[in-house]
């Protein structure tokens, strides 16, 4: 049950994402000949005015065609023949709406939390070797840690872990001003009541959140999830993650599947599904906007770029050479999916 539901969530998202391209387009009175969910033979399809609707076999991702991109028609309707700004916005609008639904989602999750942990120390596990004025205070409040920005409450367990070895640099506000506390010797360990190693903090609980508060508790974690490329890319140049630790499709219905299967109640494991729903949607916007030629972000970059060149050459480019690099940048993508979803399946399997 959990996996339809995961491929669900994926078809909702990619016609998320196609839509916002879809809307825009339509917008600028440009021609959308097909607009499609799904990948693979046509299972339902309705002709419009305009555009043929269709629903195809897989269940994970989609396209919107536009009039002078996959085909070649010319003229008013042409996306070549709208001004730069129109075309950005054509290419950037699926992202958009993807980041505006995720963080939609977020904000109701916030919502239904009875309470909202923050990042502020209240106190400390007996025996933590850490406290005072060379150290941690209660009231201090986490703000990086190895240089990396602390938004939730969630992030800094993850980030001490990803940082354990000697030491680790923590900048923490404290009465309104940054305070570096560097090299601190910070490891989990037992404490007196629990035989779990922690690393003995404890936070404040914002129990009577205004709906502000919840807002603003949503756009940290938005702030979270847009920043998660950036730190992988930076966990994969530092060695600190690997290739196995990308997940595919695959891999991510398998994380949502274990995510609503160890749930302890149905809410539990509707909340789990919405909070990863909504960072895979954040995640394929983010990924999107990426300037590599056959995302949309590489179709940004490559219009910026082909204006340039007509502006100071003043000869139109022909567009077939900006289709042609788009192609090839989706070849290349679709072969590094095609790695990581073996890798997947291979991981999976041995489990």
Not at 111 to 117: E, K, V
Not at 149 to 156: A, L, P
Not at 269 to 298: C, K, Q
Request: net charge negative; with cysteine; aromatic share 10%.
């Amino acid at each position: 049950m959990y996996i339809l539901i995961s491929l669900l969530i994926f078809g909702v998202i990619i016609a998320i994402h196609e839509f916002g391209h879809y809307i825009a387009a339509k917008a600028f009175r440009v021609g959308v000949p097909e607009f499609a969910i799904g990948m693979g033979p046509k299972v339902l399809q309705k002709q419009g005015k305009e555009t043929l609707y269709t629903l195809r076999a897989i269940p994970v991702g989609g396209f919107c065609t536009l009039d002078g991109d996959d085909n070649e028609v010319q003229g008013e309707k042409s996306l070549f023949t709208k001004p730069l700004w129109q075309r950005i916005i054509i290419f950037a609008s699926g992202s958009v709406l993807n980041i505006a639904s995720g963080f939609l989602v977020l904000v109701l999750l916030a919502s239904a939390l009875p309470g909202l942990t923050t990042t502020t120390l209240t106190g400390f596990a007996d025996g933590f070797p850490l406290e005072g004025e060379q150290g941690f205070l209660a009231g201090d409040r986490f703000h990086r840690i190895d240089g990396i920005r602390v938004y939730q409450n969630s992030n800094i367990g993850l980030l001490l872990h990803l940082s354990e070895g000697d030491t680790v640099d923590i900048v923490v506000i404290r009465d309104g001003q940054q305070v570096a506390l560097n090299n601190l010797p910070l490891q989990r360990q037992i404490f007196e009541g629990s035989d779990t190693p922690r690393f003995g903090f404890y936070f404040d609980v914002n129990q009577y959140p205004t709906f502000s508060d919840r807002v603003a508790y949503a756009f940290n974690d938005l702030r979270d999830f847009t920043r998660q490329l950036p730190l992988t890319i930076r966990l994969l140049a530092s060695g600190q993650a690997g290739v196995e630790d990308i997940s595919s499709v695959v891999g991510i219905v398998d994380i949502m599947h274990q995510a609503g299967t160890t749930a302890d109640t149905a809410g539990l494991a509707a909340m789990r599904l919405a909070m990863l729903a909504a960072l895979i949607s954040i995640s394929v916007a983010v990924i999107n906007l990426v300037p590599i030629p056959g995302l949309d972000g590489g179709r940004i970059f490559l219009a910026v770029v082909s204006t340039g060149i007509e502006k100071v050459t003043r000869r139109k480019l022909d567009p077939k050479y900006e289709n042609y690099l788009n192609t090839a940048g989706l070849l290349l993508l679709f072969g590094f999916m095609i790695f990581i979803v073996l890798n997947d399946i291979i991981r999976i399997a041995g489990r």
